[in-house]
């Protein structure tokens, strides 16, 4: 931690991943909030056509069945857009859940809440909501803050 760093971000940097923008690290702050564990950028084979890559998603939360969250920061950049679409064909063609989130998804006062939503109604679309109700993952039971990742 920065002694004396008056910004969050700042004195937070230490101890979070290395993230590659500002929304990025929004939204993994969001998850440590919610108290949702994440893996950021980790390796993740997919089947694009014939051949199959090695993609790193932003967030991969493992223990909602590998649920992948996708910060796409550059929405007004048409081959950026296209990419995103891509992504988001081979994740369904791999039957992997996704979430897109966009920088107009983290304004507003309940921007945390809705992106929450967001990945809950996903995983409930996806995996259907008998896992959840069972016994499954509980989506607003971890709003402790989360215990440091990296020490």
């Given at each position: 931690?920065?002694?004396?760093?008056?910004?969050?971000?700042?004195r937070?940097?230490?101890?979070?991943?290395?993230?590659?923008?500002?929304?990025?690290?929004?939204v993994?702050?969001?998850?440590?909030?919610?108290?949702?564990p994440?893996?950021?950028?980790?390796?993740?084979?997919?089947?694009?056509?014939?051949r199959?890559?090695?993609?790193?998603?932003?967030?991969?939360?493992?223990?909602?069945?590998?649920?992948?969250?996708?910060?796409?920061?550059?929405?007004?950049?048409?081959?950026?857009?296209?990419?995103?679409?891509?992504?988001?064909?081979?994740?369904?063609?791999?039957d992997?859940?996704?979430?897109?989130?966009?920088?107009?998804?983290?304004?507003?006062?309940?921007?945390?809440?809705?992106?929450?939503?967001?990945?809950?109604?996903?995983?409930?679309?996806?995996?259907?909501?008998?896992?959840?109700?069972?016994?499954?993952?509980?989506?607003?039971?971890?709003?402790?803050?989360?215990?440091?990742?990296?020490?």
């Open positions: 931690m920065k002694v004396g760093a008056s910004r969050l971000e700042d937070l940097a230490p101890w979070e991943p290395p993230y590659k923008s500002r929304g990025e690290a929004q993994g702050r969001l998850l440590d909030r919610y108290g949702i994440f893996f950021y950028e980790s390796p993740l084979n997919v089947h694009d056509g014939e199959e890559r090695t993609w790193h998603p932003d967030f991969t939360l493992f223990s909602y069945r590998g649920l992948v969250l996708e910060y796409a920061g550059m929405p007004d950049r048409p081959d950026y857009m296209a990419g995103i679409r891509k992504k988001e064909r081979v994740y369904a063609q791999n992997i859940p996704a979430v897109f989130v966009y920088p107009q998804d983290l304004r507003g006062p309940r921007w945390p809440a809705q992106v929450v939503e967001r990945i809950r109604d996903a995983y409930h679309a996806h995996f259907g909501r008998k896992g959840y109700e069972s016994g499954g993952h509980r989506w607003y039971a971890c709003r402790a803050t989360a215990r440091a990742r990296y020490r």
